[in-house]
């Protein structure tokens, strides 16, 4: 009998050894330390040392905590997740590569990903790729973070790049944010749109700077996207060596819609709508000290400071809804 036991327990490690470690160790709340360690389990009391290292031991719709300050490293995301690191510094050092990837094409329900980053300092020391990416999932909030120093030359260097390439409504809020010094040339930005394989996204940006960007916000259809649109409200958009807010598109209808927001002091043009797809709509703005205030198709609700700029230039026409003028 003692025999018979003993084979069986053995069968039983045997059994548990072909467990994944991941499935085992998943939890939905876990921990991350400068002074932690990835071998650990990620727990509050044996936190983890990475984001990366953290991620892999976290549950779908889970979240990841920082205990203390320190630098936590890129990272890939592959499923829903939260990585919360309000009240201390929750850093990630990205020089020639990205900050963080949202990418679940590869899971098994790829489009599908609601990621919420809160509280993070990512920093691209002048050489990174993007601050943030959103290849893949359906929902991106990004809080109370500063992205900043992305700048690779070429078409790389945006502080945040919206980039999917399948899907509708693909969606990313950002709100409370500093996105500062991004963009190397005058395709990329603070924020890109560049949409690929009809892809449709909305991206919504309150109370946010841009500020020293190539632009604050581009919206690009050159990549394919389908029809797109961004909503700012109660942001700055400021200091940037190209345009404050640039659109562009031939094709698919890609809309701007600015409002309660100050817009100054871009070497080029506050806002900018070029190609016949491209449209802008502003209301309750400050443009000022911009090269060109505004040019293109860019609609007014008629209550914008347009003033002491090189050139301030005049909206083409009012907003209209169903025929009827809004004021």
């Known amino acids: 009998m003692k025999t018979i036991t003993a084979l069986l327990g053995l069968a039983c490690v045997g059994v548990l050894a072909l467990v994944p470690e991941a499935a085992m160790a998943q939890a939905t709340r876990t921990w991350v330390s400068s002074v932690g360690d990835d071998v650990n389990p990620c727990s509050r009391t044996a936190p983890c040392k990475t984001f990366a290292g953290a991620i892999s031991k976290t549950a779908i719709n889970g979240e990841i905590n920082c205990l203390d300050s320190g630098g936590f490293g890129s990272v890939t995301i592959t499923k829903s997740i939260t990585i919360k690191c309000e009240g201390v510094i929750g850093g990630i050092l990205a020089a020639g590569t990205f900050g ?13 990903a609601i990621v919420t980053l809160s509280g993070l300092d990512i920093e691209g020391a002048g050489t990174g790729t993007n601050g943030v990416q959103f290849i ?26 919206v980039e999917p390439s399948s899907g509708s ?33 909305n991206v919504t940006v309150t109370n946010t700077k ?3 960007n190539s632009n604050g ?5 050159a990549g394919g996207g389908s029809n797109s649109r961004v909503n700012v409200t109660h942001s700055t958009i400021a200091g940037s060596s190209n345009s404050g807010v640039a659109i562009s598109s031939t094709g698919a209808t890609f809309t701007a819609v600015i409002a309660d927001s100050l817009i100054s002091f871009n070497s080029n043009t506050g806002v900018a709508a070029a190609g016949a797809g491209a449209v802008a709509r502003i209301g309750s703005n400050t443009i000022s000290n911009n090269g060109t205030g505004v040019s293109g198709t860019v609609q007014s609700f008629k209550n914008n400071q347009i003033v002491d700029n090189g050139v301030d230039g005049t909206p083409v026409t009012a907003v209209s809804s169903g025929g009827n003028i809004l004021n």
Do not use: C, W
């Open 217 to 221: 916000i581009f919206m690009d259809a």
């Open 100 to 112: 963080v990837n949202i990418n679940d094409s590869g899971s098994g329900t790829p489009g599908t």
């Open 210 to 212: 841009l500020e020293g």
């Open 136 to 161: 893949s999932g359906a929902v991106l909030h990004v809080h109370k973070t500063q992205i900043r120093n992305f700048r690779q030359s070429g078409a790389a260097g945006n502080g945040i790049n």
């Open 169 to 201: 409504n693909k969606r990313v809020f950002v709100a409370d944010s500093y996105i500062t010094d991004n963009g190397s040339t005058n395709q990329n930005g603070g924020i890109l749109v560049r949409a690929t394989g009809g892809a449709q996204v």
